[in-house]
T-cell receptor, first 110, second 114 residues
């Protein structure tokens, strides 16, 4: 079963922050985050393997709440280059293949 | 070439045609994947190959036939497709055998079935 992402879309001005959520009905082994720009391949951002662990990539960070089977992606002080569609991919225990959410479209404006 | 490459980038075909999509990875990975990306829908996993062996077929219709001759190459053979098969087909690769490995995606083939 695919994870649920929210919100579906968000519009930001440069410098603003945003949070994208990803939740699953299954017990998760890992959560992956990708960003895809229009007409391009999805690009790996980060992977979270342990409950409660936070990882960062420049000013983009993420957390993984294993108990709640949720992950959140934090866009801090957004830049124009952050625009794109963000996908979470989840791996469940004993089912080690990625199931992707529907994506969150982020538009950052000057 | 670096990373994951896919050819062709765009393909238009009729319902009676036979065509093939090609994917090549230059990362030394042992697992390769085919995904379908339709508008407004999540990425759908189609097939997984680990060390050239198919380990996942996600209930894909038989008009899609994958082939993995070695760990670096992956093909998707297409025949008698339907208009609803029009989508972006993405190939990806990763290290095999261990969960939690990041996947690297190719740029995709935009397929249109008339």
């Amino acid at each position: 079963q695919q994870p649920v992402q929210s919100p579906q879309a968000v519009i930001l001005r440069e410098g603003e922050d945003a949070v994208i959520n990803c939740s699953s009905s299954k017990a998760l082994y890992s959560v992956h985050w990708y960003r895809q720009k229009h007409g391009e391949a999805p690009v790996f951002l980060m992977i979270l393997l342990k409950g409660g662990e936070q990882k960062g990539h420049d000013k983009i960070s993420a957390s993984f709440n294993e108990k709640k089977q949720q992950s959140s992606l934090y866009l801090t002080a957004s830049q124009l280059s952050y625009s794109g569609t963000y996908f979470c991919g989840t791996e469940a225990f004993n089912d080690y293949k990625l199931s992707f959410g529907a994506g969150t479209t982020v538009t950052v404006r000057a | 070439e670096t990373g994951v490459t896919q050819t062709p980038r765009h393909l238009v075909m009729g319902m009676t045609n036979k065509k093939s999509l090609k994917c090549e990875q230059h990362l030394g990975h042992n697992a390769m994947y085919w995904y379908k990306q339709s508008a407004k829908k999540p990425l759908e996993l189609m097939f997984v190959y680990n060390f050239k062996e198919q380990t996942e077929n996600n209930s894909v219709p038989s008009r899609f036939s994958p082939e993995c001759p070695n760990s670096s190459h992956l093909f998707l053979h297409l025949h008698t497709l339907q208009p609803e098969d029009s989508a972006l087909y993405l190939c990806a690769s990763s290290q095999a055998g261990t969960a939690g490995n990041e996947q690297f995606f190719g740029p995709g083939t935009r397929l249109t079935v008339l």
